[in-house]
């Protein structure tokens, strides 16, 4: 059974898709905790991010490099934390948090309920700022 992810990139359920190449994908969390709160995943379905190759798992890090910049440039914050749980969707994927104060990285906190144009421009601002 393919992950939700999977089907996302397969065009199968939409989403707010930030940059994707060959190899890699990132769109915005349809749950954010923060505006901007963006997630990315390899291509290939593995659920664990220590499962992955050493090239795939570098060339993730990487593509959530420029992800991150471009979403610090777009999204009023200090910083873009980084998180990695990988229990909610069988498939590895990093969590990129746009945030001002470490409470806004706690994942207990109420998620946003954005609506779909707000989602929308959030998308496009990130967008215009990859490199």
């Known amino acids: 059974?393919?992950?939700?992810?999977?089907?996302?990139?397969?065009g199968e359920i939409p989403c707010y898709n930030i940059a994707e190449n060959e190899n890699y994908?990132?769109?915005l969390d349809i749950s954010p905790l923060t505006k901007g709160h963006t997630l990315v995943?390899?291509?290939i379905e593995v659920d664990?991010?220590?499962?992955?190759?050493?090239?795939?798992?570098l060339g993730l890090q990487h593509f959530s490099k420029k992800v991150a910049l471009?979403?610090?440039?777009?999204?009023p914050c200090k910083r873009v934390g980084v998180c990695v749980?990988?229990?909610?969707?069988p498939h590895a994927h990093i969590h990129l948090i746009p945030?001002?104060?470490?409470?806004?990285?706690?994942?207990?906190?109420?998620?946003?309920?954005?609506?779909?144009n707000e989602m929308q421009d959030i998308c496009d601002a990130i967008k215009k700022e990859i490199s």
């Open 70 to 75: 471009a979403i610090q440039k777009s999204i």
């Open 25 to 27: 994908f990132a769109f």
């Open 99 to 116: 945030f001002s104060s470490m409470s806004e990285m706690n994942f207990a906190n109420p998620k946003l309920k954005l609506s779909a």
């Open 1 to 10: 059974m393919s992950s939700v992810f999977s089907k996302i990139i397969a």
């Open 85 to 89: 749980m990988g229990m909610e969707v």
């Open 41 to 43: 995943i390899p291509k």
């Open 48 to 57: 664990y991010i220590f499962d992955l190759e050493d090239d795939v798992y």
